[in-house]
Every structure is written in structure tokens, then in C-alpha cells.
């Protein structure tokens, strides 16, 4: 009898040591589980954190391509007008004094034809925008400025067109 005295309270020994192993148990898997808990709610956080970043720099990204884009037009019209400059500069450099005088509007092609004709049926060897000046389609005095002005374009060589403008180091403004 004594064995089974023995075995019954080992029995009742293994049953409390069980009951009180899967009670311990437990409260260590509520624990686990609340830092667990614990754990998803700060990642959610940081989560939420991160979309609003993400939402704050694509408006930085958005608003950086709107300048970019505005920067990029304004570099564009300022090659456009560089190299309309330089034709411009060019065309003046080839024309003459007389082809000037016309564009300018200081005298008319039917002005510069007289003269011309007047030039070689008279054997006059003035050039024709002095002959201009002669028969009184031009002033003297304008007939001179717009001659230094025309000799000081042709010394000039022609602007070159520029290329492209080195892009900014993201500290530009717009």
C-alpha cells in the first residue's frame, strides 16, 4: 500500500506542479503577448510617421520638378534669344551699309536704286550711301553715325550661342 500512497501523490504532485506550470504559463503568454501588443502599436506609429514623411516629400518632389520645369523654359528662351542675338549679329556683320540704312528704315530701296544708278551713269566714284547723302535722301550727320556704328558691329566677331546652363546643385531659386 505504501506504493500506491506513493504513486497517488506523486500523482497529485504532478497534477498541482501541471496546474500551477499551465497557470504561470499562461500569464507568461499574456505577457509575451502585450509586448507583442506593445510592439505592433509602435511599429504602427512609425508606420504612420513614415506615410506622412512620404506625403511631405513627394510635395517637396513635386513642387522641385514645377521649378526645375519653370527653370529649364526660362533657360530655354534665354538660349532662344542668345541665338537670335547671335543671327541677328551675323546678318548685320554681312550687310552693307546701304542693305543697313534700309533695314533700318533711314532711307527706301527705290533711294538706294537711284543712287546706285546716278553712281554709274555719272562714272562718280562715291559709294552709294554717300550718294545718298548727296542727293539728300539721308543726313549727313546719321550717315556718319550709322557708318562708325556699322564699322564698330563688323570688328565685333558674333556672340556665340551658349549651350546649355550647368544645372543648379539643388540650391537655386525659382
Same mark, same amino acid.
Given at each position: ?29 499574456? %505577457? !509575451?503577448?502585450? $509586448?507583442? +501588443?506593445?510592439?505592433?502599436? #509602435?511599429? @504602427? ?40 542675338? %547671335? !543671327?541677328?549679329? $551675323?546678318? +548685320?556683320?554681312?550687310?552693307? #551699309?546701304? @542693305? ?41 550727320? !546719321?550717315?556718319? $553715325? ?29
Amino acid at each position: 500500500m505504501d506504493m500506491v500512497y506513493i504513486l497517488l501523490a506523486c500523482c497529485v504532485a504532478g497534477v498541482l506542479l501541471f496546474t500551477k506550470l499551465g497557470g504561470g504559463g499562461g500569464g507568461a503568454s499574456r %505577457a !509575451v503577448e502585450a $509586448a507583442l +501588443e506593445r510592439d505592433i502599436q #509602435l511599429m @504602427e506609429m512609425r508606420l504612420a510617421n513614415l506615410t506622412e514623411e512620404c506625403g511631405t516629400l513627394q510635395a517637396s518632389v513635386a513642387s522641385m520638378r514645377g521649378r526645375l520645369h519653370t527653370h529649364a523654359e526660362h533657360e530655354a528662351d534665354r538660349a532662344r534669344q542668345l541665338r537670335d542675338a %547671335a !543671327v541677328l549679329s $551675323a546678318t +548685320e556683320q554681312r550687310e552693307s #551699309l546701304s @542693305e543697313r540704312l534700309v533695314r533700318k528704315g533711314l532711307v527706301n530701296a527705290d533711294q538706294v536704286a537711284k543712287a546706285e544708278a546716278y553712281r554709274r551713269n555719272t562714272g562718280n566714284p562715291l559709294p552709294t550711301e554717300e550718294i545718298l547723302a548727296l542727293l539728300g535722301f539721308i543726313v549727313p550727320d !546719321v550717315l556718319r $553715325a550709322e557708318r562708325d556704328d556699322h564699322k564698330r558691329q563688323t570688328r565685333v566677331p558674333a556672340t556665340p550661342v551658349a549651350g546649355p546652363a550647368p544645372t543648379e546643385g539643388g540650391a537655386g531659386s525659382a
